[in-house]
């Protein structure tokens, strides 16, 4: 019954959208009539304007468009005359040990973003559908930029905590970045969804820093949020060295006591990112120790660490229509349930700035299992 209200609920969010604010899709390119490429290299993957615009709050300084806003006579008021949305579809046909899956739609995504007063800005997206099933609110945050002219982003709601290292979202790859999901035994932390605060500076060197205080417990939540008095703390450092090179490292602690047992979590890791706009490298490396993850107040601590290497060929340049990609990921933990090992080789071609057709292949080294996939990803 709960999941025919979810659905019900989503019918009318659907419809609303659809019926009202069919005028503002997509979102931002139609705010600011310009193509989809200004700020993606493909589409979902950011070129460094893009990032900047993320980072400014959905907002271009001093072009914002007043066609977009109403006039209220308020100074203290910001109202935006549509409210802006768009969609992202993917539909996927998969080929796995002899069997013909058509996995569609695998994503129906939902996405609204915008600036809501000076300097300040929200982003969510509901999931319509994933991987079949009605998933609901993953990213819902609202910023403020630039804080007391002080330099300094304040960013509260829920995100992944990977973000100021390599987002998930943005990866041309259906294989995921698995190191970043990753949850020993019985504990909840790890580098993806969580709920808190971010606070990120950018210095005169050109260093990028930040800070997450974090509830350490992912995002399944029932009356109370956190699922224990402790907070987990992330704090991320990252610098560019030059403009085909950058480098970045990160430190994380928290505790988990849901009940009468303790687990301490640590985390390190080292990042970086190197070539230009026909080669690019991303590589990521983390180190994991928990005390307690089975949370028998017995066991022995735990170690897991692993990572992941990225190659993005873009033969015709950020603009270009051919993506081919590779990816290595690499899980090796004292707990064998959560060894990972894959290799993944895909090549992609934009029909339409934001239409993505791809084929993608991977083999998973333990079950020794090949999946080959091709498919539809799209956002309007």
């Not at 084929?359 to 799209?378: C, N, R, W």
Request: glycine share 8%; hydrophobic share 35%.
């Amino acid at each position: 019954m709960k999941n025919t209200y979810q659905i019900i609920i989503a019918f009318i969010l659907f419809t609303f959208v659809f019926t009202g604010l069919a005028e503002a899709i997509p979102a931002f390119a139609r705010k600011y009539n310009m193509s989809c490429n200004v700020c993606h290299r493909p589409f979902p993957r950011l070129k460094a304007f893009g990032e900047d615009f993320a980072g400014n709050g959905f907002q271009i300084k001093d072009k914002e468009p007043a066609r977009f806003y109403k006039k209220t006579g308020d100074d203290l008021l910001t109202l935006m005359r549509e409210l802006p949305v768009a969609l992202r579809f993917e539909l996927f046909g998969e080929y796995n040990n002899n069997f013909v899956d058509f996995k569609t739609p695998w994503i129906l995504k939902l996405m609204s973003g915008g600036n809501i007063y000076k300097d300040i800005s929200y982003y969510f997206y509901f999931f319509i559908s994933e991987k079949g099933e009605l998933a609901g609110i993953e990213d819902a945050f609202i910023s403020f930029n630039d804080v007391f002219k002080s330099g300094i982003g304040i960013t509260a709601g829920q995100f992944q905590a990977s973000d100021p290292l390599f987002k998930r979202e943005l990866r041309l790859e259906r294989e995921d970045y698995e190191i970043y999901k990753v949850r020993p035994g019985s504990s909840l932390a790890s580098l993806s969804y969580d709920r808190g605060l971010v606070l990120s500076y950018t210095a005169p060197t050109s260093t990028d820093l930040s800070l997450q205080i974090l509830n350490g417990n992912g995002i399944k939540t029932t009356n109370v949020f956190d699922s224990d008095k402790y907070k987990n703390f992330m704090f991320r450092v990252s610098q560019d060295v030059n403009k085909y090179f950058r480098i970045g490292a990160f430190g994380y602690y928290g505790l988990e006591k849901p009940d009468t047992v303790k687990n301490e979590v640590v985390m390190s890791g080292i990042d970086l990112t190197a070539g230009n706009q026909y080669l690019e490298l991303n590589a990521q490396y983390v180190y994991r120790r928990d005390t307690d993850p089975q949370m028998t107040g017995t066991a022995p601590g735990i170690i897991t660490q692993g990572g992941f290497a990225e190659v993005i060929v873009t033969p015709q340049g950020e603009d270009g229509r051919w993506q081919g990609h590779l990816l290595y990921n690499k899980v090796d933990s004292d707990l064998p349930a959560s060894n990972y090992e894959s290799y993944t080789g895909g090549i992609g071609f934009l029909l339409a700035r934001n239409i993505r057709l791809i084929g993608e292949y991977t083999y998973l080294k333990d079950s020794k299992d090949s999946k080959f996939s091709v498919g539809i990803i799209s956002a309007f």
